[in-house]
């Protein structure tokens, strides 16, 4: 793995200029930040999640966003009903398989929408995504992180499985499609003490998704400048309260140069 | 259309000394903005949607506002069991036609609530509020506008269709209930960068219209003191995180000598 | 009653290091606050309410939240299923009243818990608890707060009814589990002005009966950490905004220095 830049700016102002449409079928708790960090970047976040409207609402969406964080039966038949819209149209779909390993409910659901629709991204943190692979570990609540000797193993074990991009988000995230490795190394230690980063990096990717075919570089792009937004909220910020505000209008009014300067890609 | 002056803080005093109840059936995105806006304008903001509560709770209540931004069907039965509750207790009725034109469900479930229950207030963006008339518009997500060479028309022809108050956010809001036309056009391009200010606008007008029976003259207060709190928040700010914040801030010490130098009504 | 110093720092501390897991089955309209508050605090909030999982999260869960401020019937039933996995495994569960007296669907729900679960911690302002006793009081809304001349044989009587800690918050907060009796004087008038204070102080409340037994001296510890926090939050605050912000960054950053210097607590 070497250092690489990646023309990231260039997606971000994709996404300012073509304001593509995010539809989420994400969790109550962070729904509004999900929303909020997609419109402030220049997107358009639409959360839709009844069945009769999902299909239609995906076929009009640019990228699909789906996260099990407060799942329940119904929702998840929404989930793969929008999936299957978005599959037709050709549009990205992420799960982000937020709580994986807390409850069988939650790791069936997963496993059954890996199964029964495409998902070309799944985001989650290393015992998320190790539960995931098949292997055996409890994940406690939704914050949980392990220590594996290798989550790249584990990521490139997971993309293959599941013929998608996989992303393990920690203090340095993985990214591998199978084909190429991203490993990126922005971000900042108080990501950790405020509740929504994890399921805000998904919506970030998903906006990035909605304008770069190539999933690995928007992954890697999108969570770069999230988190160089979130190193820049944390400079002189007292706590997660004021950190976590900071982060909108930080991406808001993310440039080039800042993340030129800033961007710790290596590939 | 030349500019008047409204005796805005007189409804916001009313609001601060009576507390009026404004029952809610929103989304699941900005409903604790919705919640808290009303809140910090010294009103009692109440969250139900059990089909079992909503009539008792909207018998209790002095407004009633409809969100369709997350609808289900299940949800729209619990509207309607609200609105006919509110409509014989005859206190006024509000619907954000949030996202009418994305999917045929959205304009289906508003066209049923036009027709089964009485909706006072009619609020949309241009898009929304077109599509309602019966035009043929596609509406991009939640946050759309188009242009309309008059929308003025179209919010009378809409008014008169309905026989409602009819509010068309923009730039500059076009209020009318058949009768008279206000134009409001106080607010701050920012509002556009944050998700949640039109959620926020249509629990405003809920709490202006629970201590006004003129229902324009409300929606023409409440917005221009709504956007006024906005021009003030956006006074000094770096982004859209710390506007945001700064709204409830703005509207919670807004007094009457602000008002009346800001505000911007025209009829 | 007289002055007492409580070690609330011992317990504070307790949590940022075990990170307890607390499971909340709560209202859509603060969800976020509840899980961000017991996360600045360092505890593991999770959100659950899918009827299929509740019993298993419970179950790996150190407390468990309940709040009817959205209730629906399904929800309810999920809130049983994960109580009675709550009290399975002795863990203490804890009701918020929210809004219990403004409908009759909430007394009766709150009625059925009360009977049909092991609640350990009842929490209310003063009206909710009342109705709660049996006793004849209309709330309006979920903020009413009426003034009762002797609020404390109120708590008493209800500890007694249903064999648990009772917490009545107000300015001054009555706690009591029968045998003994706190009462918490910290706190700030602002608290009042925005919506989700009450919430999180069950959130917090939840928090601190993870780590201690004594489920009053856990309610008095908790509540007075919070209630600091939020005085300081009030320091050069300009409005609601900014305040709600704040009181997690001085959550965040509570010292056993400040504790001891600003609690107020009698026994």
Request: proline letters at 2%.
């Amino acid at each position: 793995m070497k250092k690489i830049k990646v023309d990231a700016y260039k997606l971000l102002r994709k996404i300012r200029q073509d304001q593509p449409l995010v539809h989420h079928l994400t969790n109550w708790v962070t729904i509004y930040d999900c929303a909020n960090i997609v419109k402030v970047m220049g997107g358009s976040p639409v959360m839709a999640h009844a069945k009769e409207e999902v299909a239609q609402m995906s076929a009009i969406a640019s990228a699909l966003v789906l996260n099990i964080g407060t799942l329940t039966l119904d929702f998840i038949q929404a989930m793969k009903i929008a999936a299957r819209s978005a599959n037709r149209k050709n549009i990205p779909v992420l799960l982000d398989a937020c709580g994986a390993g807390a409850t069988s409910l939650r790791d069936n659901k997963c496993f059954e929408l890996l199964k029964e629709v495409k998902i070309n991204i799944l985001k989650g943190n290393a015992s998320e995504i190790a539960r995931l692979s098949g292997e055996h570990v409890m994940t406690k609540g939704v914050d949980a992180s392990g220590i594996y000797g290798n989550q790249l193993k584990l990521a490139k074990r997971v993309a293959k499985k599941f013929s998608c991009t996989v992303v393990i988000t920690g203090k340095t995230d993985i990214i591998t499609d199978k084909n190429k490795i991203y490993l990126v190394k922005n971000g900042h230690p108080m990501m950790a003490n405020v509740v929504g980063t994890g399921c805000m990096a998904s919506s970030v990717i998903g906006a990035f998704a909605a304008v770069e075919p190539d999933l690995a570089l928007a992954c890697a792009s999108g969570l770069s400048c999230f988190e160089i937004a979130a190193e820049l909220a944390a400079i002189n910020t007292k706590g997660p309260g004021a950190f976590k505000e900071k982060i909108f209008d930080c991406l808001f009014n993310l440039d080039k140069k800042t993340i030129d300067k800033r961007q710790k890609i290596e590939r």
